[in-house]
């Protein structure tokens, strides 16, 4: 099934892709907003560039960008993929609890903020290139891994990452010299066992963008884990 959306709002676009199955073509794509939201038993391929909350509540259905998305794609996302040929906007995989992101490209602000997991939904996000500041801000689970494939010389992760986190992990290819993490989180060299965690997700990853495993695989990566479920107990439980 193809959908030209060229003429179509945003209201439209998702009228028409109710009750589908099956592969559908979304053609001329531009800025429509909610695309997909809540739906499943589809694989819905979008050339052209979506507009805010891509795949909402996305409930087992794959999503294909073959260009740039917008903010909050995957936002409270509970199932499915959503993989993007470009780059993201601001709150990635906002309050996602299940599922897995892919982006070959850069992410914006907030990535995986409020990322969470329940018993065997474990969300899971790559990120090709760098993401922005507040990445991962109050993860309470899930796993994020930032690969800097790209960096064009900035750090992998802007400032503030990690900022309220207390759950989930984050892996970040990189020695991280030049990242100052918050004082609630540990931040370590990755060991073996920990890349064993990820192992199936980055082969899964460079298959899709063409990377090459081993080159992605094997290098030093820094993981970073929350010291505390409960980094603000302080502030408000009395002693």
């Not at 309470?140 to 400032?159: F, M, Q, R, T």
């Amino acid at each position: 099934m193809v959908i030209n959306a060229k003429n179509l709002d945003h209201k439209a676009l998702n009228e028409k892709l109710r009750g589908l199955s099956g592969d559908i073509t979304i053609e001329e794509c531009c800025g429509q907003r909610f695309i997909a939201a809540g739906m499943s038993g589809c694989s819905i391929t979008i050339n052209g560039v979506p507009g805010n909350a891509l795949g909402a509540y996305l409930n087992g259905a794959d999503i294909i960008v073959n260009a740039n998305a917008q903010d909050a794609v995957g936002d409270t996302m509970n199932e499915g993929r959503i993989i993007i040929h470009g780059n993201v906007g601001d709150a990635t995989g906002y309050a996602m609890r299940g599922g897995k992101i892919l982006v070959k490209g850069n992410a914006g602000y907030r990535a995986g903020i409020h990322m969470k997991e329940y018993k065997e939904k474990v969300p899971k996000m790559v990120i090709g290139g760098t993401a922005g500041s507040f990445l991962g801000e109050y993860q309470a689970g899930g796993i994020i891994v930032v690969l800097g494939l790209e960096p064009g010389g900035k750090n992998i992760v802007g400032s503030f990452p990690c900022t309220g986190m207390h759950g989930g992990k984050m892996f970040l290819r990189s020695d991280c010299k030049g990242v100052k993490f918050p004082s609630q989180v540990t931040a370590r060299p990755a060991t073996g066992e920990d890349m064993e965690e990820i192992r199936e997700l980055l082969s899964e990853y460079c298959q899709i963008f063409g990377w090459d495993f081993e080159e992605v695989f094997n290098a030093a990566y820094t993981v970073v884990t929350p010291d505390s479920k409960n980094p603000y107990k302080q502030m408000y439980v009395h002693n």
